[in-house]
């Protein structure tokens, strides 16, 4: 059993384990980190971006770099189409998958990457919210890269000059692997190749082992993996989430006992509690919203969105805010918003009671019907427009700040300090972000609500799952001698750490098969009690290995004339000599003489031409070609052998 | 040989009341727990004294599956539940669990209220056994206890049925419910993978009919819905609140956007809304394409269809009305009934099968007369016309079906006698399996062959597959392993011989025996050695022989020639007692070229 690891972010993991002779992709996460090395994409031309001034490194005239680089408040930004960084793609072939394992919607936005254009002929799983919320999340990031103005098509030529740039464009990693986004095309193909899965579905993957889906309590349909032949089990644990939140609680009934364990994605925030962040986020908003300014949360279309729509709008309605309006704007607002409406049997209990009552899981369809929440696909939306009202709570993408609707509205309020912009998505730091609309004059906080395990939290459910063996990307484990601690996992297992473009060894030793044994085989095996406990008898089989499953049935009988292979017997000790002589004069071959020596004895029987040489571990005749006599040898020597 | 055993309580050779009783590997599962709507006695729910006379129920069964919310199915779990007293696990689909406990309601409100029934269920029993049950997803593999498993599958029937895979040990048996195999115009079709159950229980409402095109139905339908409210009639259409309602609505709310008609269409009952809004929020369990267009727009908000208020049965002029209950047997539907029946001009359009003993049914058969409890007659004079709607697999649905999922065994349920006996012919006929049609009480047993889980040693398995693998592929070849059969602690598992003696730490003994041959043959022994080699590989077809200068070794068969050039040769043939055949069988083999 083997793991690869191919990502290089820790919370948007892809690994391959190879196992039975099947390599399984597990998750195959979009690390975004390297968009934050552009200019953003603004959906109508901004001037101000335009009037960036050029950048050049000192003494270096490359005529090829010009207009690449562009400078804002002392960095430097690539002025290009944002590049991202997919999974590794020389460590393991794509086309030799067999199965994807998707866990969450947040971790499959490289699926076009891996499945398309590169003889992938595998299948991919998922459960049916992963599959339409992550289509949402990909479908948005898709339209806001190809629809933003701008972006002078594709700059190359800086990732050949990265040694004369300043930081952090000099730090980027490996700018050279990044690679622009998928088109629509791509992405529909590959979205086409999930196949759908419930919870605790058992998955029968080629034969060789079931993978069950169960619930990881991080958002709607998110996932942890159980891999379980007979014999060995394989937990998969990403993005789970032990908090109380819209999703069904995590299962860790299902995770117990697994001869490895792979975790990853846990929490990016691990120094802020969500539920404190929650509520810093009301009181920010509040206290905006009294003073006559707006708020503007760059957000992902689902997931988190929801939580923050029940809570704000409860907020204000007590702040004596309520007719505050909240704006959803995203190209999947209105499908995000009906659809997590009729995901009843992936809510927690509290919000699947209120199905049966029958009203919505979720507040948000109230809220629009009242018109207090209003979405839109985009701002230059008319019915949008017409309805434009401040102050508001506005919630668009993206949380990068580098496309989508959320980067207009950062250029128009940037300079009004009433106005305010808190980041909850924990997937980019926030400074970063805000680094090309600097001078900035609105006000910024960080609320960053990522309720998935933390260190601590993680620590515990190692302890509590008992794992064998325990896989990690080495970011989780404690920090090289020297550094400064950190918080990570301390387990008292074996743990294999893992970084990109590394492939590890797992524990796991395969022994046994799992076989079935038919009722008429079963029937003609008599077993013998070798010691207490312990019954055994020799066995002849026909094997018959259908779509790798292994069944036993009663051989059947041997062609005439033709030898055979026989059951193997067991014997246990030599025979019994005194016995043995007794035993060969009752089947007509009397007159035994036994000479005895220091390792044995040897039993002449002279009238057959015949010698027995018993020893310890052995006994060996040499008798004449005469079979008949021979079966009497045999069957005097079985009489008197103890033996299986 | 290990038996399933089933016994119907309800729905053997008959339709309603579905009840049926499962055994096999020790577990007692009961599936649907229904009510029959023909009686208004104790006949009306399945006889529960069959299981035990007297005392705790709960205890001779595992569990309850309840396939989807059809009162024939679900009506008598409030009665088991809190009356008789079961309090074992129950189970069921998400929608089945939000719209049982209405039906139910509305059921004992009619039962009580308009009948004045008394020993029935109160609302509160309802809830409470609701609250009992546990709700499961399509596809989920449950584990009721350590051996009993079951799935769910897709059945398309109504918003939220199901079939159930059931498993204990190595047997298994597929439930179907009701089910429907063509999607219609909001759910659909019942699909279920190749599971290959030792048992398929299967309804067979429509055994013996193949109904025409869907499209050709629904045609027929709107044009005599049509014609008749052209000619000033009006139109009943008795239903129940859900199901067929909802496709029958959104098939008349196109057809009247289309045509552009006025004439009011009314749905009569107060759980429109409601039942609606079920179906809003379990969009996902509907068919494709409402599922594709939901956001857009939502197939259940009706334009042309307004709520129906008592005081509209004497309006004059032509109107459509859906009423409930389906079966004419009582409520509203029963009411417009008895005021629209004596009119010519009206019609009734039956859109699914009805129960016998319902008014329904005797319209149906073409009653003429209708006579009530309070002996009140009416004359049926308006036209009653029957259009299969229901959404049942028909015979080409069930032996599709049987097609899907490959069973050992069919059993028929939910259908009438003279019906299942025809299709168990065509059955047994068509896929040369046994097929049985117990009737209520009547015990089936179904023997089914004994599988035991064995652990085999990979050893033993890569050394057969090295042997198997190096000879040409023939897909008729036998594989045969031999090993030892451990058993402990009741497990058991297959061990190469060599990890048999390292697992109980004993040396093995081995016998060896070994004759000598005398062969004249000049030469060096080592081309002796060849010459015998040709002439085993010619004999011994399959088997692996090596050999290095003067030795030849089969399996643990070595054959050693020894002797001067020039001489006789002495070729000694040895092997170990379990290899006797082979090593006496070379052993005549060499003798017999000697002579």
């Known amino acids: ?644 | 040989m290990p038996d399933i055993k089933i016994t119907p309580l309800g729905a053997g050779q008959d339709v309603g009341r579905s009840c049926i009783l499962l055994s096999m590997g020790g577990k007692n599962i009961m599936l649907d727990c229904g009510m029959h709507m023909g009686y208004n006695d104790e006949r009306r729910f399945p006889d529960f004294s069959y299981i035990v006379p007297e005392g705790p129920i709960t205890s001779q069964i595992d569990c309850v599956i309840i396939s989807h919310f059809h009162l024939d199915h679900c009506g008598a779990l409030p009665y088991m539940s809190e009356m008789v007293g079961y309090t074992g696990p129950i189970y069921m689909t998400h929608p089945t669990k939000a719209i049982a406990p209405i039906l139910l309601e509305d059921m004992r409100k009619v039962a009580v209220e308009r009948k004045g029934e008394s020993n029935f269920f109160t609302s509160q029993m309802i809830k409470d056994c609701i609250k009992k049950v546990t709700a499961v997803t399509l596809h989920q593999s449950v584990m009721v206890d350590n051996e009993l498993e079951i799935k769910a599958y897709y059945a398309g029937h109504v918003l939220g049925a199901a079939m159930f895979w059931i498993r204990v040990g190595s047997q298994s048996v597929v439930y179907t419910g009701d089910y429907n195999m063509t999607p219609d115009r909001h759910l659909g079709a019942a699909w279920i993978d190749k599971c290959r159950p030792d048992l398929l229980i299967t309804e067979s409402t429509y055994a013996t009919t193949i109904r025409d095109s869907k499209r050709c139905r629904e045609r027929d339908f709107l044009k005599k819905v049509h014609e008749c409210v052209e000619k000033g009639g009006k139109v009943l259409i008795p239903v129940f609140a859900l199901g067929r309602a909802q496709e029958l609505c959104i098939l008349l709310e196109t057809y009247w956007e289309r045509m552009n008609l006025k004439y009011p269409v009314y749905f009569a009952l107060g759980l429109t809304e409601k039942a609606n809004n079920y179906y809003k929020m379990f969009i996902t369990w509907t068919n494709q394409k409402i599922r594709k267009t939901f956001v857009q727009r939502n197939m259940f908000d009706f334009k042309h269809i307004k709520p129906f208020d008592k005081s509209y049965i004497d309006n004059p002029g032509a109107m459509v009305v859906f009423a409930t209950p389906g079966m004419l047997h009582a409520g509203l539907s029963l009411n417009i009934f008895k005021k629209w029946a004596p009119y010519e001009q009206n019609m009734v359009i039956m859109p699914g099968f009805c129960v016998q003993g319902t008014v329904g049914h005797k319209i149906l058969n073409g009653a003429k007369k209708v006579e009530f409890e309070n002996r009140q007659v009416v004359e049926v004079k308006m036209a009653v016309e029957y259009m299969s709607f229901s959404a049942h697999a028909d015979a080409k649905g069930i032996m599709q079906l049987i097609q899907y999922c490959e069973p050992k065994n069919v059993l028929l349920v939910h259908g009438e006698a003279q019906k299942m006996e025809f299709l168990k012919d065509k059955i047994e006929k068509e896929f040369k399996i046994n097929c049985y049609m117990p009737a209520n009480g009547e015990t089936c047993t179904i023997n089914t062959p004994t599988k035991i889980p064995i652990d085999v040693s990979l050893r033993l398995l890569k050394a057969e597959a090295v042997r198997y693998n190096a000879q040409p592929p023939d897909p008729k070849r036998r594989r045969v392993v031999n090993g030892i059969l451990c058993v402990r602690d009741n497990r058991l598992s297959l061990l190469d011989i060599d990890e048999m003696c390292d697992e109980i730490g004993i040396n093995r003994h081995i016998i060896r025996f070994t004759s000598t041959v005398r062969f004249e043959d000049p030469g060096p022994s080592v081309k002796t050695a060849e010459k015998l080699k040709t002439l085993l590989s010619e004999k011994l077809e399959g088997w692996t022989i090596t050999i290095s200068e003067a030795n030849i070794s089969v399996e643990s068969v070595l054959i050693k020639v020894e002797g001067e050039e020039d001489s006789t040769k002495n070729i000694y043939v040895s092997w170990t007692n379990q290899d006797e055949d082979l090593g006496s069988y070379i052993l005549g083999l060499l003798q017999s070229m000697v002579q």
């Not at chain 1, 369809?365 to 018109?371: F, K, M, P």
């Open chain 1, 1 to 644: 059993m083997k793991l690869y690891c191919l990502s290089n972010d820790a919370a948007k993991p892809c690994f391959v384990l190879s196992f039975k002779e099947l390599l399984i992709m597990l998750d195959c996460g979009l690390s975004a980190h390297s968009v934050l090395n552009f200019l953003p994409l603004p959906p109508v031309p901004s001037t101000r971006l335009a009037s960036l001034p050029n950048y050049t490194p000192p003494h270096l005239n490359d005529p090829l770099l010009e207009g690449e680089l562009k400078e804002c408040c002392g960095r430097v930004f690539v002025d290009s189409i944002p590049e991202f960084c997919p999974p590794l793609d020389k460590v393991v072939d794509f086309s030799q998958l067999d199965v994807i394992l998707i866990s969450n919607y947040t971790c499959m936005m490289a699926l076009p990457f891996i499945t398309e254009d590169t003889g992938f002929k595998g299948q991919v799983y998922a459960t049916e919210p992963t599959l339409q919320i992550g289509r949402f999340y990909l479908e948005e990031l898709a339209e806001w890269v190809s629809g933003g103005a701008g972006g002078a098509g594709a700059a190359r030529r800086w990732k050949e000059l990265l040694h004369v740039l300043p930081a952090p464009l000099a730090l980027a990693a490996r700018p050279r692997s990044w690679r622009r986004l998928f088109s629509a095309a791509a992405l529909s193909r590959a979205l086409a190749r999930v196949r759908v899965v419930g919870y605790d579905e058992r998955v029968d993957v080629y034969g060789a082992l079931d993978a069950t889906a169960v619930s990881s309590g991080f958002c709607l349909g998110s996932a942890n993996w159980v891999l379980r032949s007979a014999h060995e089990k394989v937990a998969y644990v990403s993005g789970s989430s032990t908090l109380t939140t819209h999703p069904r609680p995590i299962n860790q009934a299902a995770l117990r006992g697994a001869d490895v364990l792979v975790l990853a994605a846990l929490t990016q925030t691990p120094a802020h509690n969500p539920d404190h962040m929650l509520g810093d986020l009301c009181v920010h908003a509040t206290v905006t919203l009294r003073a006559g300014g707006s708020v503007l949360c760059p957000v992902y279309p689902s997931g988190v969105l929801y939580d923050l729509l029940e809570c704000l709008s409860a907020h204000l309605d007590t702040a004596g805010l309520a007719g505050v309006p909240l704006y959803v704007v995203s190209p999947v607002a209105d499908s995000s918003l009906a659809y997590s409406n009729i995901l009843a049997e992936w809510v927690s209990v509290g919000k699947q009671a209120r199905v049966y009552l029958p009203e919505e899981p979720f507040p948000h369809a109230a809220l629009v019907r009242a018109g207090r929440l209003k979405h839109a696909r985009s701002l230059h939306d008319d019915a949008f427009s017409a309805d434009f009202r401040q102050p508001c709570v506005v919630f668009c993408g993206h949380p990068s700040l580098r496309f989508g609707a959320a980067v207009h509205l950062v250029e128009l309020w940037a300079s009004n300090p009433a106005h305010a912009i808190i980041f909850t998505e924990p997937d980019f730091p926030y400074l970063d972000a805000l680094a090309p609309f600097q001078p900035l004059a609105m006000k910024a906080f960080h609320c960053p609500i990522d309720t998935s395990l933390n260190y601590s939290q993680a620590n515990k459910l190692v302890r509590e799952l008992r794992p064998r063996e325990l896989a990690l990307p080495e970011q989780y484990a404690a920090a090289p001698g020297g550094a400064a601690p950190r918080p990570h996992i301390a387990a008292d297992v074996p743990t294999v750490l893992l970084r990109r473009g590394a492939a590890r060894a797992l524990g796991a030793r395969r022994s046994m098969a799992r076989a079935t044994l038919s009722g008429a085989l079963a029937a003609r095996v008599a077993p013998r009690d070798v010691r207490a406990g312990l019954r055994a008898a020799p066995i002849q089989a026909a094997l018959r290995v259908r779509d790798r499953r292994v069944s036993l049935d009663v051989a059947p009988p041997a062609a005439p004339g033709a030898p055979r292979a026989q059951a193997p017997r067991l014997d246990c000790s030599a025979p019994d000599v005194d016995a043995l002589v007794h035993a060969l004069g009752r089947e007509g071959l009397p007159d035994a003489r036994v000479e005895r020596s220091s390792d044995g004895c040897i039993v002449h029987l002279p009238r057959h031409d015949t010698l027995v040489h018993v020893e310890r571990h052995a006994t060996h005749v040499f008798c004449q070609g005469d079979a008949a006599v021979r079966q009497a040898l045999r069957r005097a020597i079985a009489a008197c052998l103890p033996h299986v």
